[in-house]
């Protein structure tokens, strides 16, 4: 947290929503002469009775304590202990300092929205406004309702004058992206937007960042993150950062209902999620997400993305040879690589080698060119699919119109059509995504 962030004055604004401030002295700094009760079935008494200690000791300190303590009906989102844990060292002791009373009712005043909301009310809003005038994000994601990036610990209790949710991250004022990202601990990532330039892109448009975080950057191979630093390579790395940004605002629930999105480059990234562990960006691990900018959204990943590849270099790979050759016969491979979304299911090439003979000799043949074309376009499915995505009993519709079946027959191996298993998952492509198998698909009719 910075305490420079954007401050609030709260006064007009509990004027104009009905709520009155408690007893301020000119001479106090604006802290709250006269603090409210803290009886177990006060708003305050029943965050402390919670163990929430720091909280009800700033919201003290705050001159948001009237309203907390007012018969308003008011809804309160309050970091647990863990959250205030989080802070940077000093951060804590810097919002007891009176004279930050600005950058406290900031963090306080974000923290309290008017009105009784449960947590079924809240899940049906897109944002809510707070009593310090600000707007937080409400996303739900694998039935946790986050709050501008913090996840809902505990909900719905009821103190005498509203309602009461923790949270287990401190409710901060939102930052410019770039300063942002040094708050929230990815100064690698900064550092090579500043080298390439891209800081004014960022600060400019409505984008979400998928940020690496400095481990990701530290594992790369060696020599990579040198590269990457070098300013003779400014062009390379400005493509590779921007393969970690999105156009528009899109919490994690859109995200991963979408299963794609075009990134700043135009390639496309592919979502994936089993309903159990993190979501995955191109298979790199999402650790924690819809962090608000005053642009736009971060999302933590545990990774570096790669530069997606062409279907083209995807098929420089060795053991693909054999379906490059056909790929070329059949003048299909540029029909694919317009396509907007696809899977590719690529049969390598002992799967090709396994054919009856003759087979293969007979499908490059002219006279055979639509038998190819059909055979190839029943190999690519119609939209992406990453493989934490598919499960057992999916019916994956092809570019030729027919379908593949997946299947898991008990083994924690998923199949396809139960002739073709998986040899490699998850080559990105700049429109899709492909998966190596080990047998061709609809080969009974060759």
């Known amino acids: 947290m ?25 001479d106090d700094a604006g802290i709250v002469a006269a603090p409210p009760g803290t009886s177990e079935t006060s708003m305050l008494g029943r965050a402390a009775a919670l163990g929430l200690d720091t909280f009800v000791e700033l919201a003290e300190r705050s001159t948001f304590a009237g309203v907390l303590g007012d018969t308003n009906p008011i809804t309160v989102f309050a970091p647990d202990e863990a959250a205030f844990a989080a802070l940077a060292p000093g951060e804590l002791d810097a919002l007891r300092d009176p004279q930050n009373i600005a950058a406290l009712d900031a963090i306080i005043g974000r923290s309290i929205v008017p009105g009784e909301l449960s947590a079924a009310v809240i899940e049906s809003f897109g944002n809510l406004a707070t009593v310090g005038g600000d707007l937080l994000q409400v996303d739900v994601f694998n039935s946790v309702i986050h709050i501008d990036g913090a996840a809902m610990v505990s909900s719905d209790l009821t103190p005498d004058n509203g309602i009461l949710h923790t949270v287990d991250r401190v409710l901060e004022v939102p930052l410019e992206p770039m300063a942002e990202l040094r708050d929230e601990g990815f100064g690698i990532f900064a550092d090579l937007v500043e080298l390439t330039g891209l800081d004014s892109e960022l600060n400019l448009n409505a984008i979400t960042v998928l940020a690496p975080t400095d481990a990701a950057f530290m594992a790369l191979p060696p020599g990579e993150l040198a590269a990457l630093m070098d300013v003779a390579n400014a062009a390379d790395t400005s493509k590779r950062l921007r393969t970690h940004w999105l156009g528009g605002l899109l919490p994690i629930s859109r995200l991963v209902e979408d299963g794609s999105r075009l990134n700043a480059e135009g390639a496309l990234l592919i979502v994936g999620w089993d309903g159990a562990s993190s979501p995955t960006v191109n298979g790199a691990d999402l650790s924690s997400f ?34 490059e050759t056909l790929l070329f016969a059949s003048s299909l491979q540029p029909v694919f690589e317009m396509a907007p979304a696809i899977t590719v299911f690529a049969p390598n090439n002992d799967a090709f080698s396994n054919l009856a003979p003759g087979v293969f000799d007979s499908l490059v043949q002219p006279m055979n060119l639509e038998i190819l074309r059909t055979l190839l376009r029943s190999h690519v499915g119609a939209n992406a699919l990453a493989f934490p995505s598919l499960a057992g009993g999916d019916v994956i519709m092809t570019l030729e119109g027919t379908e593949i079946v997946v299947s898991d027959p008990g083994t924690g191996a998923l199949r396809l059509d139960d002739t073709a298993d998986f040899v490699a998952t998850d080559v990105y492509l700049t429109n899709g995504v492909l998966h190596v198998i080990n047998a061709v698909l609809a080969a009974d009719g060759l």
Not at 2 to 7: A, K
């Open 290 to 323: 819809n962090v608000p900018t005053t642009r736009g959204l971060i999302h933590r990943l545990e990774q570096v993305i790669d530069t997606p590849l062409t279907l083209d270099e995807a098929l420089g790979d060795p053991s693909l040879q054999t379906l």
């Open 2 to 26: 910075q305490l420079l962030r954007r401050t609030l004055t709260p006064f007009a604004l509990l004027a104009a929503s009905g709520f009155l401030v408690s007893c301020v002295s000119d």
